[in-house]
């Protein structure tokens, strides 16, 4: 699995079981190819008439990887593998895959879940895994909305539902940055203002929220949260999920002004898949004592060039702010790759760093352990 040869503690830190600290669930049922490769894409429109998603790093990644462990020769041909998939039946694949990822504990977005997908307890039985929930924030808030009345029940019913589900999940989740920058202004907007943008709201209750004063509003009401109950807060940064329409705006050095604003509240922040942009993460996560990285799917999905992202991504983040994650939606097979991508990933980091004298066997594996799985310990209590 490791593509060079390091000290037997180096590989056993590496080889040892991960936290999965952000992911989803994954699909149930069995899937078409033209199914397949919308998830292939992360939801993305379909490849043009006479390609297919198969011709990227994550395809090529799942031919090569993934065919092995449904006992097929590596390097499978797309529609041999679908076959194989198909004849194993969707259960049996999930099985596999979430199993050799190697996963010791899910934390699951259940959010964007619907009836094909498995839930945090199934997808923790299908991997031999614990799992817990992480609450995305924007939809309690569109519950809240379909629900309340007049305003005032808008802003006690947020609140009230926030706590009620922080009290079950190990952490908070926002798409803010993932939908619309994370340039927005950091100031708490007053009662007033939420007023009457609630009232806004309640107009037309289903439509999902884009107003700037309920979204900073929203997040508020999760950061109060999240300091109460001593919880940490997930911020998309970068790679996965619908891009901001200026993608500039996902750049996580533009969350600085309100990170600094939370630094006294000790509320961490963890930045999620932070590609293409995780040097400017990493700066951040030095910078600044609650705010923490990972490179999450970017991964898996740039597949053999994922060395080089994650010893970028070494360069300057301190090792006790990193952490993995999947990010895993749709298809066990990112599970799987992201798990299999990081370990390859780290294993070639470390070992330049032994072979060059800069670092110890001891230090390599206390990284790697680090980063697999005790700061994820730490700052989700696990």
């Keep these: ?15 040892a079981p991960l936290v999965d600290h952000h992911c989803h669930g994954v699909r149930r049922d069995d ?24 011709d990227t790093p994550f395809g090529v990644a799942v031919r090569r990887w993934c065919a092995p462990v449904l006992d097929l020769e590596p390097h499978a041909p797309p ?14 694949v999930n099985r596999r895959l979430l199993g050799e990822a190697g996963v010791v504990a899910f934390l699951i977005d259940t959010a964007a879940d619907d009836v094909e997908t498995l839930t945090a307890a199934e997808m923790g039985r299908h991997g031999g895994a614990a799992a817990d929930e992480l609450v995305r924030i924007e939809r309690i808030e569109r519950d809240v909305a379909e629900t309340a009345q007049i305003a005032v029940d808008y802003l ?7 706590t009620a589900r922080a009290a079950r999940a190990v952490g908070l989740k ?7 920058g994370l340039d927005f202004d950091p100031a708490r907007p007053t009662r007033g203002a939420v007023i009457a943008a609630a009232n806004r709201r309640l107009a037309d209750p289903k439509e999902p929220l884009t107003d700037p004063v309920l979204l900073r509003h929203l997040l508020w009401c999760a950061i109060d949260v999240a300091r109460e109950r001593g919880l940490p807060v997930q911020f998309d940064a970068g790679f996965g999920g619908r891009a901001p ?3 500039h705006r996902a750049d996580p050095a533009r969350l600085g002004a309100f990170a600094r604003q939370l630094q006294p509240l000790g509320v961490p922040i963890i930045l999620l898949h932070c590609y293409p942009y995780h040097r400017q993460a990493a ?5 600044l004592p609650h705010v923490y990285v990972d490179v999450g ?17 070494l360069e300057l983040a301190p090792f006790h702010k990193q952490l993995f994650s999947s990010g895993c939606r749709g298809l066990a097979e990112t599970a799987y790759l992201a798990a299999l991508s990081y370990r390859r990933a780290l294993a070639t980091a470390l070992g330049s760093r032994l072979a060059q004298g800069e670092w110890s066997a001891a230090d390599a594996a206390r990284v790697a352990h680090m980063i697999g799985s005790a700061n994820a310990r730490r700052v989700y209590r696990l």
Aim: aromatic share 6%; proline share 7%.
């Design 1 to 15: 699995m490791l593509p060079v040869d390091l000290p037997g503690t180096v590989r056993d830190a590496l080889l």
């Design 31 to 54: 899937l078409n190819r033209a199914q397949f490769e919308l998830l292939v894409g992360d939801g993305a429109a379909s490849a043009p008439p006479g390609t297919t998603r198969f």
């Design 79 to 92: 529609a041999v593998y679908l076959a194989r998939r198909a004849e194993l039946g969707a259960a049996e």
């Design 156 to 162: 006690d019913g947020l609140g009230e539902e926030l």
């Design 174 to 180: 926002t798409v803010i940055g993932a939908l619309y």
């Design 245 to 247: 329409a200026e993608p």
């Design 283 to 287: 700066y951040l996560a030095g910078a």
């Design 297 to 313: 799917l970017a991964l898996p999905h740039t597949a053999a060039a994922s060395a080089r992202v994650m010893d970028e991504l």
